[in-house]
């Protein structure tokens, strides 16, 4: 029996990265999952090799006419949705007092917004499905500070503000909100060599910047190394299945003891 039989979990941003390999698990687990993304290619080959329990749909989160289109799509598909992934999400570094206005806003659009449009959109069909989930994924930069990432950092810190009153409102319908707080996660977000070269060239060059990524969180991260997608997807399973069933409210870290403290060497 999976820990998501019977579930209809729509997951946002889940062309790639931590999106995808929660799509695998909650389809491995029972589920029949919407994913959605901006990528059409990578999405829909992803619901093609995941089967009949899996369809793609062209999603901007940022969008409310798409989450109208998405929540259509799901039902006619699957008869209900009850689960909400909130996943999608973009990162641009720059100096505070150099972020162009426009790069701020279209950062808060997609990572807050999107967040935003997709309770709004899905809350009213999980009530009626009889209850169910929202994880939202806000980032350990939504409990502290980072340099240089001063618009996604506020973007996330939103997101756990979201996920709490969202929970608090929610609660009285059957739905419980939580959030994933990820530290350094080896996607493409943080380590972009691992979107696909072109040429030799570039395979060499993405090489060598996987290797020095790997170094650096080697040194930062107490459990000495960079996390895995497939571990950030575990955490949302727990919070989208009976497991976590008197959890709600709460941001969760999954940083491999960054957040811990600092360590002295
Ligand atoms: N990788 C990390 O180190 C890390 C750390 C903390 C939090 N996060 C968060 O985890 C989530 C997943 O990121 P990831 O690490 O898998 O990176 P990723 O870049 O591989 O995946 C992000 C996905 O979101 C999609 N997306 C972007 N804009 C969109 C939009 N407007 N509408 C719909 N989809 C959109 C992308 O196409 C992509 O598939 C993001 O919210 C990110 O902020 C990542």
Redesign the pocket.
């Known amino acids: 029996m999976g820990k998501l039989d019977g579930r209809v979990v729509l997951v946002?941003?889940?062309?790639?990265?931590?999106?995808?390999?929660e799509a695998r698990l909650f389809v491995a687990e029972g589920a029949a999952v919407v994913v959605?993304?901006?990528?059409d290619e990578?999405?829909e080959t992803l619901a093609k090799e995941l089967g009949a329990r899996a369809r793609y749909v062209h999603?901007?989160?940022?969008?409310e006419d798409?989450w109208a289109a998405a929540v259509a799509v799901a039902k006619q598909a699957y008869g209900k949705v009850d689960g909400l992934v909130?996943?999608?999400?973009?990162?641009r570094f720059n100096a505070l007092v150099d972020t162009p206005l426009d790069e701020f806003m279209q950062i808060v659009?997609?990572?807050q917004v999107?967040v935003f449009l997709g309770i709004k959109a899905l809350a009213p069909e999980i009530e009626a499905a009889g209850g169910g989930t929202v994880v939202n994924?806000?980032?350990?930069?939504?409990l502290t500070g980072m340099a240089y990432v001063g618009a996604?950092s506020a973007s996330?810190h939103a997101?756990v503000g979201l996920t709490r009153v969202a929970a608090l409102e929610l609660a009285p319908k059957g739905i419980r909100v939580n959030a994933?707080?990820?530290?350094?996660?080896?996607?493409?977000?943080?380590?972009p060599a691992?979107l696909d070269p072109a040429t030799t060239d570039a395979e060499a060059a993405a090489e060598a910047a996987s290797a020095s990524v790997a170094r650096l969180y080697r040194k930062l991260v107490p459990l000495g190394r960079?996390?895995r997608?497939e571990e950030?997807a575990r955490l949302a399973l727990f919070l989208s299945c009976e497991d976590s069933s008197y959890i709600t409210g709460q941001p969760f870290v999954i940083?491999g003891g960054w957040l811990a403290g600092v360590s002295v060497m």
């Open positions: 946002t941003g889940a062309a790639r990265g931590q999106g995808e390999q959605a993304d901006v990528l990578q999405g999603l901007d989160v940022s969008r798409d909130n996943n999608a999400g973009i990162l659009r997609v990572n999107g994924t806000a980032s350990y930069t939504g996604y996330k997101i994933v707080c990820p530290g350094a996660i080896d996607t493409a977000m943080s380590n691992l960079i996390g997608a950030v940083d």
